[in-house]
């Protein structure tokens, strides 16, 4: 018989849960471009819509490995959110502004 989720995380140790938790978040900050729809709750068609293209030009999109900047950044703006360029050096952390300038003279 299956148990419920809130069985066993009340079974699981303070530690435990500190773990999966971290990999929760590590799950919700990293997640390929379909996944990222789907938690948007937007299906291939409705996000086709607010792109003004079809339903098979976002299956594509989804399943490239590369694309432009300016692409990715309408897909996200459809999806209801606003895109960030950011360099991970092992001093910090540095946001790109240069592809926020692009995006308002399109």
Do not use: C, W
Not at 44 to 68: C, F, G, P, W
């Amino acid at each position: 018989m299956a148990k419920k989720f809130d069985e066993l995380r009340a079974k699981m140790s303070p530690e435990s849960r500190a773990r999966a938790e971290m990999k929760f978040q590590k799950l919700l900050a990293e997640m390929p471009l379909h996944e990222l729809r789907q938690a948007q709750g937007l299906s291939q068609t409705e996000l086709a819509e607010r792109l003004h293209i079809n339903q098979a030009a976002v299956s594509k999109m989804e399943r490239r490995t590369d694309m432009y900047i300016s692409s990715l950044r309408k897909t996200i703006q459809a999806m209801g959110g606003d895109l960030e360029i950011i360099a991970k050096f092992p001093h910090g952390s540095v946001k790109i502004s240069h592809f926020a300038d692009v995006a308002t003279v399109e």
